[in-house]
């Protein structure tokens, strides 16, 4: 148990246009969802955090205006960039807390590599 | 907020060998450290964890020790395999945040 998944994968994409990945926990329901980003050789870092219903809690840093975090559902939260540049290209991963269990457990979706032209 | 810092970066060891990696975490309301093994294109995979009220936690050839009046916890592989080669990260959560160290690549040589 405690599956989530992201899609896409991976998405290629050209500089100026958006992207939407979308994250989902498959056999539970979320209390909250985390989106990090991971540049090559580098550590996740954490961009913001998601609750049902609610408006996203963005770390310092992040531009709430480029990066658009929602949560529509107990299982689905989805990042939008918009305007992509190259340097936006990066591994984007996800992850949720359980409703019923152990609230700081993460189980982490499988990531999307994102590539700006 | 909480800083995480993880030594060493890098560590080679031959098969059979242990492997030792050190963090230290600055916000002693910090209550709970998981370890996650990942691997190049993979999402982080949870290889053990520990919590504020805990010293030592074993699962096979995995253990982690907590000394939370150095605001230190360290994770030592033992025998080590081929399969072990990975990046590493140590991680603390304070308000359900996870803050992680900055990795450490193993290479475990044959």
């Known amino acids: 148990g405690a599956v989530v998944s992201q899609h896409p994968s991976w998405v290629i994409c050209k500089s100026g246009t958006s992207v939407k990945i979308e994250c989902r926990s498959l056999d539970f329901q979320a209390t909250t969802m985390f989106w990090y980003r991971q540049f090559p050789k580098q550590s996740l870092m954490l961009m913001a955090t998601s609750n049902e219903g609610s408006k996203a809690t963005y770390e310092q840093g992040v531009e709430k205006d480029k990066f658009l975090i929602n949560q529509a559902s107990l299982t689905l939260s989805t990042l939008t960039v918009t305007s992509a540049h190259p340097e936006d290209s990066s591994f984007y991963i996800c992850?949720?807390?359980?409703?019923?269990?152990?609230?700081?457990?993460?189980?982490f979706g499988p990531g999307t590599r994102l590539t700006v032209l | 907020g909480e800083n995480v810092e993880q030594h060493p970066s890098t560590l080679s060891v031959q098969e059979g060998d242990s492997a030792v990696i050190k963090c230290t975490y600055s916000d002693s309301a910090s209550n709970y450290f998981p370890w996650y093994k990942q691997e190049l294109g993979k999402r982080p995979q949870l290889i053990i964890d520990?919590?504020?009220?805990?010293g030592e936690k074993k699962d096979q050839r995995i253990a982690v020790t907590l000394n939370k009046t150095a605001k230190h916890f360290s994770l030592h592989i033992t025998e080590t395999q081929p399969e072990d080669s990975a990046v590493y990260f140590c991680?603390?959560?304070?308000?359900?945040?996870?803050?992680f160290g900055a990795g450490t690549t193993v290479t475990v040589r044959a």
């Open positions: 992850s949720a807390s359980r409703l019923a269990g152990k609230p700081d457990t993460q189980y």
């Open positions: 520990i919590r504020s009220n805990v």
């Open positions: 991680a603390a959560i304070n308000d359900y945040k996870l803050s």
